[in-house]
C-alpha cells in the first residue's frame, strides 16, 4: 500500500476558507469567530480524516497493529503448535507473519507453493513428488531421523519447534488423497 498522506488542521483550514463564497463578511481576518469555526471543523476534519488512514492500515495485515486480534480470530489462530514454535510471547511482527502465511497459504498443491509456505514461515525446505504422484518428500532441517546411535524406544524423528508447526500447516494444506514423507 502507498504511503497515505496525513492531514494537519492548516491544510483543511485552508481548504475550508477556500470554499467560502467572496464578500465582505466572509472576512479572512484570523481573530474572527469565522475563523475559529473554521479551525473547529478543521480540527474534527483532521481527526475523521487520520483515523480513516489508519483503518486503511489495519486493514492490510502486513501493517495492523489494533485488529491483529480480529485478524486471529477470523483465521483461527494461534494453531496448536504456533506457541510451540515461537514460544508463549509472540512478537506483533510474528503475529502478522502468521496472519499473512495463513491468507497466502490458501489454494495450492504445487511444489514453489509449499516451499513459498516454508519460507513464509522462515524456514528452508525443498519439496518434491519424485517417489510417487500422491506422495510428498519434504527435505528440512527442522526434523532429524534416528541414526544407528539412537536406543530402541526414541521415535524415529524428531522435531524442532517450528518443523512441528511446518508440519502442521503442510498436513492442514496437502491435497487430502497425498502422503508426505519428512527427511532432513
Not at 68 to 81: F, K, N, Q, S, T
Not at 144 to 149: A, E, F, K, V
Not at 172 to 177: E, I, M, N, R, V
Request: charged share 20%; aromatic share 12%.
Amino acid at each position: 500500500m502507498g504511503r497515505l498522506w496525513t492531514a494537519a488542521t492548516s491544510d483543511y483550514v485552508r481548504v475550508l476558507r477556500d470554499l467560502l463564497p467572496t464578500g465582505l463578511v466572509w472576512t479572512p481576518d484570523t481573530d474572527s469567530r469565522l475563523h475559529r469555526l473554521i479551525t473547529g471543523m478543521a480540527v474534527e476534519f483532521v481527526r475523521f480524516h487520520n483515523r480513516c488512514n489508519t483503518m486503511m492500515e489495519e486493514a492490510d495485515p502486513a501493517t495492523a497493529s489494533e485488529q491483529l486480534a480480529d485478524w486471529e480470530r477470523v483465521l483461527a489462530l494461534p494453531d496448536p503448535y504456533w506457541l510451540d514454535a515461537y514460544g508463549p510471547t509472540i512478537t506483533p511482527a510474528e503475529r502478522r507473519t502468521a496472519i499473512t502465511t495463513r491468507l497466502a497459504a490458501y489454494g495450492g498443491a504445487s511444489i514453489s507453493y509449499f516451499e513459498g509456505i516454508v519460507t513464509a514461515l522462515g524456514a528452508t525446505a525443498t519439496v518434491s513428488n519424485t517417489l510417487s504422484p500422491f506422495t510428498w518428500k519434504v527435505v528440512t532441517g527442522e526434523c532429524n531421523r534416528l541414526d544407528c546411535t539412537g536406543h530402541c524406544d526414541e521415535s524415529l524423528l524428531t522435531w524442532t519447534a517450528l518443523g512441528l508447526y511446518i508440519r502442521y500447516v503442510f498436513e492442514s494444506y496437502k491435497p487430502a488423497h497425498t502422503r508426505i514423507f519428512w527427511t532432513d
